[in-house]
């Protein structure tokens, strides 16, 4: 089993940049309970509607608007494991997530891709994607395969489980795998299952998670919600990432990105473990700024540093495995 060197702790062994106090999390947690409380948010899936009705929340059916107030936050915040167990195909890959270990990963998902060959621009295909697979696999700095490559090739609707099928194929390590709606949640799982030899294997041995995003702001999507369900129904680990644009579809602001960020990720939290307590989830984010001339999502820009920094002492706030994106 891997365990990767210790970051973040008081030895003082690396370097970080601690932007709160207890106090600015205290707030900053106080906000969003309020903002969960009295605004809600926007569910767009009747079963999830059903779950958050028979978990105690206040749910306006016509409207779609789901009030969770704040003592179901926090038990579901109590309730999700502060350590999470991602297993490889190979055992050697085996990662624990937990406070104050750091693991890496690459990130996409990129459409375009300049082939190694012909030096062609061109679009990326599913032969791509197992290209970079078996890179990453030989490749020690790297502890799980995320998406990479788009695989343009194929139909959309039936793009992740290409993904999956591609990617577990050419790589021994944990793969994380996004899906869109719900019944592709279920066919991955079923998958995953075949790979480890049977669905208790699976549980046992999860090599494969889940990654769901609410939509910014404040909108829990039908393809975003039922994911969820299913992977906290297969106790399967899970990553529920908010992909805020500050000055966007969030408060320009870094502290009102933050409450309304920390809102949408806590309410997927909610969701998973109201669908099945003790769902192993984890705190992500991709959450960013726009560039405001270009109307694009800024990568790299200093704001996204610290707005990264941020989420991951929120996350350990919560004493939640936390996942952040970005370069």
């Known amino acids: 089993m891997k365990r990767n060197p210790i970051a973040g702790r008081s030895s003082f062994m690396g370097c970080g940049l601690n932007l709160f106090n207890d106090s600015d999390l205290e707030m900053i947690h106080d906000a969003t309970l309020e903002v969960l409380e009295y605004a809600g948010l926007y569910v767009q899936s009747d079963e ?118 591609i990617t577990v194929s050419n790589t021994t390590k944990h793969v994380p795998q996004p899906c869109h709606d719900k019944r592709s949640a279920q066919l991955l799982i079923e998958m995953a299952a075949v790979v480890a030899g049977g669905k208790e294997k699976l549980k046992d041995r999860p090599i494969v998670s889940g990654c769901t995003c609410p939509q910014s702001p404040l909108t829990i999507s039908a393809g975003c919600g039922e994911p969820i369900i299913e992977y906290a129904r297969a106790n399967l680990p899970q990553n529920i990432l908010s992909m805020a644009m500050a000055g966007a579809t969030s408060p320009v602001t870094l502290a009102g990105t933050l409450v309304t960020h920390n809102a949408e990720v806590l309410g997927g939290i909610v969701l998973a473990q109201l669908t099945r307590k003790g769902a192993p989830v984890m705190y992500g984010s991709s959450t960013t700024m726009i560039d405001m001339r270009q109307a694009t999502a800024t990568v790299g820009c200093p704001e996204l540093g610290l707005i990264s920094a941020a989420v991951a002492i929120l996350a350990r706030y919560y004493l939640l495995p936390s996942y952040v994106a970005g370069t």
């Open 48 to 165: 999830a509607m059903d779950i958050f009705d028979g978990g105690g929340c206040i749910v306006d059916r016509q409207g779609k608007n789901v009030k969770i107030p704040a003592h179901i936050v926090e038990d579901s915040i109590t309730s999700s494991p502060k350590k999470i167990f991602l297993a490889g195909r190979d055992p050697k890959h085996d990662l624990v997530l937990e406070n104050g270990r750091v693991n890496f990963c690459p990130f996409g998902e990129g459409v375009m891709v300049i082939d190694p060959y012909s030096g062609e621009y061109r679009k990326s295909t599913k032969a791509d994607k197992g290209n970079v697979a078996r890179l990453v696999d030989a490749l020690d700095q790297y502890d799980m395969l995320e998406n990479t490559v788009a695989p343009r090739d194929v139909h959309p609707e039936m793009e992740s489980l290409h993904n999956y099928e």
